[in-house]
């Protein structure tokens, strides 16, 4: 009987750690598309990408930090998709493939490294080949993240775009900068450090208004740091 009432003990334990696990997930997705969606509704209905790029007021206390990935193996060979083509209705950048419910920022990354910056092209890549480029853990339902990039590829008027400038950097690694404001910033054009380096702080502040900001950003600051982490590789 005491070796049962263990068994039991650790089977529900078992479970209370995968419900937990799953709750933590749902509650942090729905957090960050809802507060994308009220920043948008603040801001007069303007969106980037996706995501809204008005009325931001993220705590910076909350806001995801990414680390740097190990640069992909030498002999590995990136993916292109055979039908993706430039589209110049939808704009020669990537998309945030993050957007997709169980790509986090380290798959997209590893996407980003292989050649698949839209959703459009991640919707023509096959399931093997997304395990082999992200390598996701098995529970990963692949299927689910085609077809979510399908989806909004078509609800974006993304379909049949695709990326061919330089392989963005996680301007989130910057101090002050969000998802939200890394959104509009591709949408003018700055998707890497040293393309951030090299713009100034009046521009900042253009694509970047103040009346949509809840309080003053050091622009400065963020050129600075780009310049370091241009340095540093």
Do not use: C
Request: aromatic content about 8%; glycine content about 10%.
């Amino acid at each position: 009987m005491a070796g049962l009432s263990v068994l039991w003990y650790v089977g529900a334990g078992f479970l209370m750690g995968w419900v937990i696990s799953t709750l933590t997930e749902w509650l942090w997705f729905r957090r960050r598309h809802l507060g994308t969606d009220a920043a948008g509704r603040s801001a007069g209905g303007q969106s980037v990408g996706g995501q809204s790029a008005g009325g931001q007021s993220v705590d910076s206390a909350v806001q995801r930090r990414r680390l740097p990935l190990p640069h992909p193996a030498a002999d590995y060979q990136p993916y292109v998709g055979a039908s993706a083509q430039p589209s110049a209705a939808s704009g020669n950048r990537p998309d945030a493939l993050s957007d997709i419910r169980g790509i986090g920022d380290v798959y997209e990354q590893r996407l980003y490294e292989a050649g698949i910056f839209t959703w459009h092209e991640l919707s023509l890549v096959d399931e093997e080949t997304l395990r082999a480029v992200t390598k996701a853990l098995p529970t990963s339902n692949l299927v689910s993240w085609i077809e979510q990039a399908r989806q909004l590829a078509a609800e974006s008027g993304r379909i049949g775009a695709a990326y061919t400038g330089p392989l963005p950097s996680d301007l989130t690694r910057i101090q002050g900068i969000d998802q939200v404001f890394e959104q509009e910033l591709v949408q003018a054009g700055i998707l890497t450090f040293a393309q951030l380096a090299q713009t100034t702080a009046p521009k900042l502040a253009a694509i970047l208004p103040a009346h949509r900001l809840d309080d003053a950003i050091n622009f400065a600051a963020w050129i600075a740091e780009a310049r370091e982490l241009q340095a540093k590789g």
